[in-house]
């Protein structure tokens, strides 16, 4: 089945720091690749995707590039602020119409980030 | 317009009681998932609701789980004798359609069995 496994945490940043948060999947066929973020308090917001192979997704300086070979969806920004402090969470859906769209998530990454 | 909204917030229930959690989702949105983020188990599907059937049922974790959805629309999330390990978030999820990979999340209902 789908998988996804993502580096754990907590990662803790000073402001202004480069963010490189680790994605690798496992699934059949071309799935479409998701970064979701839960800040405190809040409920889940896709941050940014991509639905196919060398796809770059970018949002709010955050960027993740869908990369075949490596199976891979690395998050990253090069200067976090003390706002970027919440749950990372990479997800994919199956390729495939039995896949209906559901969710496969990791298990996320805390990041905290320090003024 | 309004997001996705899930009643109640917290639920505190004794072991072995019923429990009913209720999702609201996007006005017009076909498809509706739930989803239970637990500290041992993560994020997880439980099951998909396209209008009012459920093609998939797959992540419902036993027989004590059920849900419906009425009008294409509200849907109800039914744990029959709650035990310990069912306390958790309860997400719901909304989208467009199936197809269209954006979900929107509601805030959750946490559910605590003591």
């Known amino acids: 089945g789908n998988s996804v496994t993502q580096m754990e945490g907590p990662v803790t940043l000073s402001e202004e720091a480069f963010l490189t948060i680790n994605c690798t999947y496992t699934a059949t066929g071309y799935p479409s690749l998701f970064w979701y973020v839960q800040y405190p308090g809040e409920g889940l917001q896709l941050l940014l995707k991509a639905t196919k192979a060398d796809d770059k997704g970018s949002n709010k300086g955050f960027e993740a590039t869908y990369r075949k070979e490596t199976t891979s969806f690395h998050l990253e920004k090069g200067s976090v602020q003390v706002s970027d402090s919440a749950v990372y969470f990479c997800?994919?859906?199956?390729?495939?119409?039995?896949?209906?769209?559901?969710?496969?998530f990791g298990q996320g990454t805390i990041l905290t980030v320090h003024p | 317009g309004a997001g996705v909204s899930q009643s109640p917030s917290n639920k505190v229930t004794e072991k072995g009681k019923d429990v009913e959690l209720r999702c609201d989702p996007i006005?017009?949105?076909?498809?509706l998932y739930w989803y239970r983020q637990s500290l041992g188990q993560g994020l997880e599907f439980l099951i998909y609701f396209q209008g009012n059937s459920a093609p998939d049922k797959s992540g419902l974790p036993s027989d004590r789980f059920s849900a419906e959805r009425t009008g294409g629309s509200v849907s109800t999330l039914t744990i029959q004798r709650t035990q310990q390990e069912d306390s958790a978030v309860y997400l719901c999820?909304?989208?467009?359609?199936?197809?269209?990979?954006?979900?929107?999340f509601g805030p959750g209902t946490r559910l605590t069995v003591t």
């Open positions: 006005s017009g949105h076909t498809a």
């Open positions: 997800a994919l859906v199956g390729a495939g119409g039995t896949s209906y769209g559901k969710l496969t």
């Open positions: 999820a909304s989208s467009l359609t199936q197809a269209s990979y954006e979900q929107y």
